[in-house]
């Protein structure tokens, strides 16, 4: 038994878990989606917003969707382009990007079935530019409140706090917003005071080739391997003063630093100050097999972030099986199960006295090997395929909503007309609550498909496990009479068990700390 315990009853192990999906990403078919984004992934300062954007993107075309961005144009990128299928329209720069995609959306927003706006902290504000018949989804990676200081001077800061907060919550009053996490989900609620519905649709987490060989080579030595944009927000400064305080207890330890950024020279003079010379190489940015490669060789990596909408470089370590030591930050937070894919500590005081015993408890091989295999069954919780169906799912949900009509449905089969419809008009989200449920059925394939299409179900059997989003015990139960449920078992879904879905109570990553789900 390893430290995670199961946080549902055991299941019989004779039949496997099959997760049901694809129903969302059969109506996204034909549909012509606009996605509003402030860079395309060929863009040189792309990073986890644009792989989120465009993940999904491709698959959604994949799945038979016309999908169009509106996005900023680069040195040296042309106006028009093609990326995996995913039709690319360019202008504007950082700032100009929005005054242009305001006078595309007056122009041809109307030609679209919807519209996904992706706030990169100051929004697009969609809803301003477009008819009212015209469904926006609102997609947000975290809440940039303390973050407009680090870019601009007062005044812009002040100007980005408040396009962000009070402007965007009038703007997107009514529309449907989605989080990539809880806790930005949180920090919606907290810092900006949105009060509508809130979806969660985490990233996904493609496997890297070679992840499962690779854990062969960790090094002979404690070795902490840390991948980040050196940007003052990530707070490298925190985990060089971390290590100064803690190499007398582990006088052997290494650490790599990948990435590049304006502090890369700031951190260099830093380690020699501190007399970390030897113990802390920069290596810059690295080409990818070179960085997993490196990643691989880690007893463990870190996070002194203030905070992320998602930890996607901590999942990524994690798909290698190397744990993450981090302070408690919005999102980090998510990523890693505490005491299970990691170690959550509260301050850069209590980083440093953790480092060593954490460091001491991953040298025992059988307690690193556990810990390797827990972080690989939670990251198998994540995929884009995933990702694009719980998105998909909300945004077909919304154009049903626009259009109650169903005359924009007719090119659908009746079977799935009627499908859309009924999934539209029954128990639409009221709230932010999501309940886990466990039910047998004598049809588990029509359970699944009598639910809504942001809902998420894995049959094992007779017996399926479900997210019911938008919900709570109550409702969740009146749902499961209505389809013939037997033997119902719900409570409300823990934060990781919202993030990871039905595979998560299926998996041994259901395994979760006791108390750490909060």
């Not at 007779?462 to 719900?490: H, K, M, S």
Request: hydrophobic share 40%.
């Amino acid at each position: 038994m390893t430290t995670l315990e199961t946080t549902l009853e055991t299941t019989p192990e004779t039949l496997p878990a099959v997760l049901v999906g694809g129903r969302a990403m059969s109506h996204i078919a034909g549909r012509r989606i606009l996605v509003l984004n402030w860079r395309d992934v060929r863009h040189s300062q792309a990073g986890g917003a644009e792989a989120y954007a465009h993940e999904i993107s491709t698959r959604w075309v994949a799945a038979g969707a016309e999908v169009v961005w509106l996005t900023a144009r680069d040195a040296g990128q042309s106006k028009r382009d093609e990326i995996d299928g995913v039709q690319i329209r360019r202008s504007g720069s950082t700032l100009s990007v929005y005054l242009r995609a305001a006078t595309d959306l007056v122009r041809h927003g109307g030609g679209f079935d919807a519209i996904v706006d992706c706030q990169n902290g100051i929004p697009f504000f969609s809803p301003l530019f477009t008819r009212g018949d015209v469904p926006v989804v609102q997609v947000v990676h975290h809440v940039h409140q303390d973050q407009f200081s680090t870019r601009f001077g007062a005044a812009g800061a002040a100007i980005g706090r408040l396009l962000e907060g009070r402007v965007a919550r009038r703007v997107y009053r009514g529309r449907r917003t989605v989080a990539v996490s809880a806790s930005t989900r949180q920090e919606l609620r907290r810092r900006l005071k949105f009060s509508d519905v809130i979806e969660v649709v985490p990233n996904g987490c493609a496997g890297r080739p070679g992840a499962e060989t690779r854990d062969r080579r960790r090094a002979a030595t404690p070795t902490v391997v840390v991948t980040s944009r050196l940007v003052p927000h990530k707070r490298i400064d925190l985990l060089l003063h971390a290590v100064s305080a803690a190499l007398p207890d582990v006088p052997d330890l290494a650490v790599e630093v990948i990435g590049g950024g304006p502090q890369l020279t700031e951190l260099r003079r830093m380690a020699v100050e501190l007399g970390l010379g030897r113990v802390v190489r920069f290596h810059g940015r690295l080409p990818d097999d070179e960085r997993d490669e490196l990643m691989s060789t880690a007893w463990l990596t870190t996070s002194t972030s203030e905070g992320e909408g998602w930890g996607c470089v901590v999942l990524e370590a994690a798909a290698e099986g190397v744990p993450c030591l981090a302070l408690r930050a919005p999102g980090i937070r998510d990523s890693v199960i505490d005491g299970a894919t990691g170690w959550l500590v509260d301050g850069v005081d209590d980083l440093a006295a953790a480092l060593p015993r954490v460091l001491g408890e991953l040298a025992d091989p059988v307690r690193a090997r556990e810990v390797a295999e827990d972080c690989r069954a939670w990251t198998d919780c994540f995929s884009w395929d995933r990702s694009a169906e719980l998105l998909a799912g909300v945004v077909v949900s919304e154009i049903s909503g626009f259009h109650r009509s169903g005359a924009d449905d007719a090119h659908l089969p009746p079977a799935d007309r009627s499908l859309l419809r009924r999934a539209a008009t029954r128990r639409q989200a009221r709230s932010d609550m999501t309940t886990l449920a466990r039910f047998e059925h004598d049809d588990p394939a029509a359970a699944a498909a009598a639910l809504r299409l942001t809902d998420e179900c894995a049959v094992r059997g007779r017996e399926v496990t479900a997210l019911l989003r938008g919900c709570d015990e109550v409702d969740a139960l009146a749902t499961l009479a209505r389809i013939g449920a037997q033997d119902p078992r719900v409570r409300l879904a823990s934060r990781h068990e919202l993030l990871g879905g039905p595979a998560l109570a299926e998996s041994r990553a259901v395994r979760t700390a006791r108390g750490r789900g909060r």
